[in-house]
T-cell receptor, first 112, second 112 residues
Framework: DAGITQSPRHKVTETGTPVTLRCHQTENHRYMYWYRQDPGHGLRLIHYSYGVKDTDKGEVSDGYSVSRSKTEDFLLTLESATSSQTSVYFC???????????FGDGTRLSIL | KQEVTQIPAALSVPEGENLVLNCSFTDSAIYNLQWFRQDPGKGLTSLLLIQSSQREQTSGRLNASLDKSSGRSTLYIAASQPGDSATYLCAVKSGGSYIPTFGRGTSLIVHP
C-alpha cells in the first residue's frame, strides 16, 4: 500500500474552534488531494495540490484552507468549524496527474 | 462539467455469479478511469486504472473495459465471493487540471 498517513484518525470538537488535519506521504508523489465523504453526496473534492506551495480549490472549498510547505505534507484547516463540516475526510496522492490515486484511511471528524 | 453515474446503486447476488458493474461518463475527453473498492469504515483501495488509450485492464478475477466513444466502463468480477462484498467506485480524470470526478458507487453484497 502507498505510504499515506492521516492524523488524527478521529476527532471530536466544538463549533467555532479551528481544526487542522494532516496528510503525510512517503512516496514523493507530486499531487495531493483532500476529499470529504458524506452519505448522499459521495466523495467531493475540497482542495488539491500539484506541487509545493501550489494549491487550488475543488468543488466544496468554502470554509477550508490548505497548505503544502513540503512535498510530503498537505494540511487541511477548518478556520472555524461548523456542524456541516462533520464528515469523513480522505487524503489521496498521485505521482503525476494522469497516474492512479491512492487513498489514506480517513479522518472521522465530528463537530458538536 | 464531467458527470459520472454508476448503475446499479446496489446489488445482491449469490456466491459464484459473474458480475458486471457499470460506470458512465458524459465527457469522453478523459485521461483515465480508475476503479476502487471501499469496505465499510475504510478508505478506498485502487483496483484498476485504464488510460484513455487502453481498452481494458485485468487483475486476477477483475477485468475493466473502457469505451470512450460511448462514455462507458464496465468492471467484470468473475466467480464472485463473499469477500468481494464492498462498495465499488469509479473515478474519471478529465479536463486540463487532472481533477477526478467520482461516481456514487455500487454497493455489492455477495451472500454465501
Amino acid at each position: 500500500d502507498a505510504g499515506i498517513t492521516q492524523s488524527p484518525r478521529h476527532k471530536v470538537t466544538e463549533t467555532g474552534t479551528p481544526v487542522t488535519l494532516r496528510c503525510h506521504q512517503t512516496e514523493n508523489h507530486r499531487y495531493m488531494y483532500w476529499y470529504r465523504q458524506d452519505p448522499g453526496h459521495g466523495l467531493r473534492l475540497i482542495h488539491y495540490s500539484y506541487g509545493v506551495k501550489d494549491t487550488d480549490k475543488g468543488e466544496v472549498s468554502d470554509g477550508y484552507s490548505v497548505s503544502r510547505s513540503k512535498t510530503e505534507d498537505f494540511l487541511l484547516t477548518l478556520e472555524s468549524a461548523t456542524s456541516s463540516q462533520t464528515s469523513v475526510y480522505f487524503c489521496a496522492i498521485s505521482r503525476q496527474g494522469d497516474q492512479p490515486q491512492h487513498f489514506g484511511d480517513g479522518t472521522r471528524l465530528s463537530i458538536l | 462539467k464531467q458527470e459520472v453515474t454508476q448503475i446499479p446503486a446496489a446489488l445482491s447476488v449469490p456466491e459464484g455469479e459473474n458480475l458486471v458493474l457499470n460506470c458512465s461518463f458524459t465527457d469522453s475527453a478523459i485521461y483515465n478511469l480508475q476503479w476502487f473498492r471501499q469496505d465499510p469504515g475504510k478508505g478506498l483501495t485502487s483496483l484498476l486504472l485504464i488510460q484513455s488509450s487502453q481498452r481494458e485492464q485485468t487483475s486476477g478475477r477483475l477485468n475493466a473495459s473502457l469505451d470512450k466513444s460511448s462514455g462507458r466502463s464496465t468492471l467484470y468480477i468473475a466467480a464472485s465471493q463473499p469477500g468481494d462484498s464492498a462498495t465499488y467506485l469509479c473515478a474519471v480524470k478529465s479536463g486540463g487540471s487532472y481533477i477526478p470526478t467520482f461516481g456514487r458507487g455500487t454497493s455489492l453484497i455477495v451472500h454465501p
